[in-house]
């Protein structure tokens, strides 16, 4: 099953406006990481925000983390039409060593 | 830097048909481990390893075998293949434990069975 929700499946956005995606999690986790993926391409790693943090920057990202609700948010600020790709998040359980992704939000940025 | 290198890029199977998939990285990284990503189902994890020798099943190991001879490489073998076996296939490799290890993926693998 997976671990991870993310939340919308799809978001469709004008190109400089902000684009926050949302993702849940079942279980105990020692970090949580933010990954994009261009269509018909590897996965590519954005960002990693540690169990012991509430919120981190990079660039035009931010993540925050809720441990006690269990969620994380991406914000994508003054978004680009290169943006457009597929974001996953993804928790690392260093109990049995898995990384369990989520099933992703589509994001299309409308030029 | 290489990073994670997979091969092949591409592969169409016959039903029953076996192969191998290959996966190394030249980063020294510990752990390594096979996803297989679907469309709507997000990734999910066949097999991984935490070093050299060792190996455990994750979420969907039926129909895979792996194996861990050297720290740089970790084959994903299909030993015969199904049409459900379609599907992309990434490897990933980590750094030892810590809280903040990023985990690098390959380009993936598109797998085709007919």
């Known amino acids: 099953s997976q671990q991870g929700e993310e939340d919308p499946q799809a978001l469709s956005i004008q190109e400089g406006e902000n684009a926050t995606m949302n993702c849940s999690y079942k279980t105990s986790i020692n970090n949580l990481q933010w990954y994009r993926q261009n269509s018909g391409r590897g996965l590519v790693h954005l960002i990693l925000i540690r169990s012991n943090e509430r919120e981190k920057h990079s660039g035009r990202l931010r993540v925050t983390l809720d441990t006690s609700k269990k969620s994380s948010s991406l914000l994508i600020t003054a978004s680009r039409a290169a943006d457009t790709a597929s974001y996953f998040c993804?928790?690392?359980?260093?109990?049995?060593?898995?990384?369990?992704f989520g099933t992703g939000t589509r994001l299309t940025i409308i030029p | 830097n290489a990073g994670v290198t997979q091969t092949p890029k591409f592969q169409v199977l016959k039903t029953g048909q076996s192969m191998t998939l290959q996966c190394a990285q030249d980063m020294n990284h510990e752990y390594m481990s096979w996803y297989r990503q679907d469309p709507g189902m997000g990734l999910r994890l066949i097999h991984y390893s935490v070093g050299a020798g060792i190996t455990d099943q994750g979420e969907v190991p039926n129909g895979y075998n792996v194996s861990r001879s050297t720290t740089e490489d970790f084959p994903l073998r299909l030993l015969s293949a199904a049409p459900s076996q379609t599907s992309v296939y990434f490897c990933?490799?980590?750094?030892?434990?810590?809280?903040?290890?990023?985990?690098?993926f390959g380009e993936g693998s598109w797998l085709t069975v007919v």
């Open positions: 993804a928790t690392l359980n260093f109990g049995n060593e898995k990384l369990t």
């Open positions: 990933a490799s980590r750094e030892d434990r810590g809280l903040g290890n990023t985990i690098y």
